[in-house]
C-alpha cells in the first residue's frame, strides 16, 4: 500500500502477532446458522458476512446471526454497491453499512469491482466493467468517494467475468491495476475467479499474478465453480468444493504476497451440511499452513 | 435524457445501459440475439462497441440468464400459492418478463426483491383480470417473510402486563392488522384460489418467533386498528360498542401468543 493508506495496525506486517485475521474463514450462510449459534466457541478462526443481508432484519434467525457475530471475528463482504455503476448511493444503505461496520468491528470493507444496478434497476448480478480509460477514471472516482464514507478501509474484490463489455482499450489485469492503484485501495484477492477467467479466456493463472500489486492484497477468497457444458464455460457458482489447481493456486501466491492474509471460503449454492463445510475448510487450512512452509519442507 | 446529452455521456454509460436493457427488457434477449449489433447502435455504441457485442454474442447472454434467475430466485419460496397457480397457468415466465420489464426492483437489498414483487402487482395489475384475488394473496404470502424478519426493538420500559380499561395497547412491531377481500389464508397449493369472503386476521411473531394468525371478526378488526392509532382500550371499544371485558379478555390472549408487548 502507497503512502496516504488507512489499512488498519493490525494487518501490518508488524501487527501480525496481533492479527486475528489469518487462516482459512468460512462465509456464514443461513443453513448453518442455528447449529452455529448453539455451539460454545466459533469452529473457524473468523466469519465473513454480507452486510445486506443482516442489516434491518430481525426475528429469530437474526438473533443467531447476531450472537455469531458477537463472538466474531467478522470480516465484511459488499455485495451491491455498485462501485463502477452510475446511480447514486441510498443514504439510508450507507449508513446502516457505516453503523455495521462499527458494530462488528471489521477491519476492513470489500466489494466487488462491477457494477450491478443501472437507472436504478438493481439486477443483483455481478456485472462486468469494460476496460476502458473511461470506466477506470469513473470507478475510481467513484472508489474514492466510497472510501470517504466507510469508517474502515476499503477492499475491491476481482471478479470472474464471462465477457468483455464493449471493445476493450486494455487487459482485465491491467484494468484491476490501474483502479486499485487509482482509488489506493486494498485488493481482495479472489483466487478462483482469476482461475475461471484463466479457464475461460484462454490465459496463466500465474503469469496473470505476476506483476500484479500483490502489496495491496488483505485477504483472499477461494471457492467452487461449475462448467457448463451447454455455454462452454466456467460460472463461478460458489456451488461445489474447491478443486486443486485452485488450491494450487492459492499455495503458489501466498508466498508472494508474502504475509499469511485471510483466506474465506465461499459456498453459496448447493450448500453442504456444517460438518462437510469444516472439514473442508480444516483441508484448506492444511493447505495454506503448507504454503508458508519452507520449500524443502513441502511434500506437494 | 435527450439525444444530444447522451451522446455527451460516456461510453460505459451506454455500454451499461445496453447490457441492463439485454437483461431486463422482455424482449431484450431476443431482439439482442437476432442483431447484437444493431441492438448496440440503438443504444448509441460504437461501431468497435457494437462489434464487441457480436463477438461475445453467446456470452452477454448469459448474463442475462444469469440476473434473471438470481432476480426470481427468492420469489418461489416467499410465494409459493401464487408461483405454483400461475405455474399450472403456464403463466409464471411471462408474469417474470412483466415484472423484471417494469424495473421496480430497486433496492440494495436483496430481501426487498420479494416486496418489490407485491408493489408491481398492486402498481400494474397484472393478473388481476382473471384473478382478482391475485394481488391480495401475494400480499398474505409476503406478510409471513415480512413478519418473520420484521427488525427487534429494544424492550419497552414501564409496560404493564395486563389491560385495564384506561390501557394503551403496545403492539410487538412485527405485528400486522390485516383485512382482505378474499379467505386468502384459506389458499393452498393444491386449492390456490380463496374463495370471495372478508377476511380480517391479526398476522404475529409468537412465542418461539414463529409466524401466526388469528382470524378476526370485524369488530375485533376494527378495535385493534383504534388500538394501534393509540386510543384506550375503553374508547375503542366503546366507539364500536363492544364490551368491555370482551376486548379485555382479547388483548390478554394476544399478549400471552406475543402479538403484543404490553399496555400502558
Redesign the interface.
Known amino acids: 500500500m502507497k503512502g496516504g493508506s488507512r489499512v488498519s495496525p493490525l494487518v501490518s506486517s508488524k501487527g501480525m502477532e496481533m492479527n486475528p485475521f489469518t487462516g482459512v474463514g468460512v462465509g456464514l450462510r443461513r443453513p448453518h446458522l442455528e447449529q452455529v449459534a448453539a455451539l460454545d466457541a466459533s469452529p473457524v478462526p473468523f466469519w465473513e458476512i454480507a452486510p ?2 443482516v442489516v ?8 443467531q446471526v447476531m450472537k455469531i457475530l458477537e463472538r466474531g471475528p467478522v470480516l465484511t463482504h459488499g ?4 462501485i ?3 446511480d447514486a448511493w ?1 443514504r439510508d ?1 450507507l449508513d446502516s453499512l457505516k453503523g455495521f461496520l462499527k458494530e462488528t468491528k471489521s477491519p476492513w470493507h470489500s466489494e466487488h469491482l462491477c ?1 450491478t ?9 455481478l ?4 476496460f ?1 480509460r ?2 477506470v477514471k ?1 470507478t475510481v472516482e467513484r472508489a474514492k468517494r466510497i472510501q470517504s464514507e466507510l469508517p474502515v478501509p476499503f477492499l475491491f474484490e476481482n471478479v470472474s467475468y ?7 482499450e486494455m487487459s482485465e489485469k491491467d484494468f484491476f491495476a490501474e483502479v486499485l492503484e487509482g482509488a489506493d485501495c486494498g485488493w481482495l484477492l479472489d483466487i478462483n475467479n482469476i482461475y475461471v477467467n484463466s479457464r475461460n479466456f484462454g490465459f496463466d493463472a500465474r503469469e496473470w499474478l505476476e506483476g500484479m500489486p500483490l502489496d495491496r492484497v488483505r485477504q483472499m477468497h477461494i471457492a467452487g465453480h461449475t462448467w457448463f457444458e451447454e ?1 462452454q ?1 466456467i ?1 463461478d457458482t460458489h456451488g461445489a468444493a474447491v478443486i486443486d489447481p485452485v488450491i494450487e493456486l492459492m499455495q503458489w501466491v501466498l508466498p508472494r504476497i508474502g504475509r499469511p492474509v485471510p483466506v474465506l471460503l465461499e459456498r453459496d449454492n448447493d450448500i453442504p451440511g456444517l460438518e462437510i463445510l469444516l472439514a473442508e475448510r480444516a483441508s484448506l487450512q492444511k493447505a495454506y499452513d503448507a504454503a508458508f512452509e519452507p520449500a524443502g519442507a513441502r511434500h506437494d | 435524457m435527450t439525444e444530444a446529452t447522451e451522446q455527451a455521456v ?4 451506454k ?3 445496453c ?2 436493457d439485454l ?2 427488457d422482455a424482449e431484450g434477449g431476443r431482439s439482442f440475439a437476432k442483431d447484437p449489433m444493431a441492438f448496440g447502435e440503438d443504444r448509441g ?2 461501431r ?2 457494437q ?3 457480436e ?2 454474442k ?3 447472454l ?2 442475462r440468464g ?2 434473471r434467475n ?2 426470481e430466485d427468492p420469489l418461489p419460496d416467499c410465494f409459493p400459492i401464487t408461483h405454483g397457480l400461475l405455474e399450472e397457468a403456464g403463466l409464471w415466465d411471462a408474469c417474470m418478463d412483466a415484472f423484471l420489464a417494469s ?1 421496480t ?7 426487498h ?1 420479494n416486496p418489490a414483487f407485491v408493489a408491481w402487482l398492486a402498481e400494474s395489475a397484472w393478473g388481476l383480470e382473471r384473478w382478482p384475488f391475485l394481488l391480495q394473496l401475494a400480499h398474505f404470502e409476503y406478510i409471513e417473510v415480512e413478519i ?5 426493538e429494544p424492550p419497552a420500559a414501564d409496560l404493564k402486563p395486563a389491560p385495564d380499561a384506561d390501557s394503551r395497547v403496545v403492539f410487538e ?2 405485528t400486522r392488522n390485516l383485512a382482505y377481500a378474499y379467505r386468502v389464508h384459506e389458499a393452498t397449493r393444491d386449492d390456490p384460489e380463496p374463495a370471495a369472503g372478508e377476511a380480517f386476521l391479526l398476522g404475529y ?1 409468537d412465542a ?3 409466524f401466526a394468525y388469528s382470524e378476526l371478526s370485524a369488530h375485533a378488526s376494527a378495535f385493534l386498528a383504534r388500538c394501534l392509532e393509540g386510543e384506550p382500550v375503553s374508547r375503542a371499544a366503546s366507539a364500536l360498542n363492544l364490551e368491555l371485558e370482551e376486548v379485555l379478555d382479547l388483548l390478554t390472549r394476544f399478549k400471552e401468543n406475543g402479538a403484543l408487548l404490553g399496555f400502558r
Do not use: C
Open positions: 445486506e443481508n434491518g432484519q430481525g426475528g429469530s434467525r437474526h438473533r455485495l451491491s454497491m455498485s463502477g455503476g452510475y441510498d444503505v457494477w444496478s443501472f437507472g436504478g434497476a438493481t439486477t443483483h448480478e456485472l462486468p466493467m469494460p476502458t473511461d470506466a469513473h464471462y465477457a468483455a463489455l464493449g471493445e476493450p455455454d464455460l460460472i | 460516456s461510453s460505459t454509460w455500454l451499461q445501459r447490457l441492463t437483461i431486463l455504441l460504437g468497435a462497441d462489434a464487441a457485442l463477438k461475445f453467446t456470452r452477454l448469459v448474463y444469469l440476473a438470481a432476480l424495473r426492483i430497486q433496492s440494495a437489498y436483496y430481501r426483491v418473520l424478519r420484521w427488525p427487534d412491531g412485527a411473531r418461539e418467533g414463529d
